[in-house]
Nanobody, 120 residues
Framework: QVQLVESGGGLVQPGGSLRLSCAASGSIYRVNRMGWYRQPPGKQRELVARITAGGNSNYADSVEGRFTITRNNAKNTIYLQMDSLKPEDTAVYYC??????????????WGQGTQVTVSS
């Protein structure tokens, strides 16, 4: 089994910054793509940013230029640096990972979610 543990959420004023972390642990042979999704109140979950093991990343248009996703493969950890935060960034942020448990099989996992609230 694989666990994703997120940290770094909280309350911040508009224009402020937060950094989220997500560490994968457990029965891991290789971690492929990892990413962050978010679910604003009353809305569906949406992609924020994701990154491959090789470091290629892509972002939602709404966060491009404000958020930066990075990765430490040795620690199976990803980070999301969120700058110039806006009230519309308020959501529960979820970590997602595509994990191989051996050379032939894998699965997708979600973290428990961390709340980010942008408000004055």
């Amino acid at each position: 089994q694989v666990q994703l543990v997120e940290s770094g959420g909280g309350l911040v004023q508009p224009g402020g910054s937060l950094r989220l972390s997500c560490a994968a642990s457990g029965s891991i042979y290789r971690v492929n793509r990892m990413g962050w999704y978010r679910q604003p109140p009353g809305k569906q979950r949406e992609l924020v940013a994701r990154i491959t093991a090789g470091g290629n990343s892509n972002y939602a248009d709404s966060v491009e230029g404000r958020f930066t996703i990075t990765r430490n493969n040795a620690k199976n950890t990803i980070y999301l640096q969120m700058d110039s935060l806006k009230p519309e960034d308020t959501a529960v942020y979820y970590c997602h990972a595509e994990v191989m448990s051996d050379m032939w099989s894998g699965d997708r996992y979600w973290g428990q979610g961390t709340q980010v609230t942008v408000s004055s």
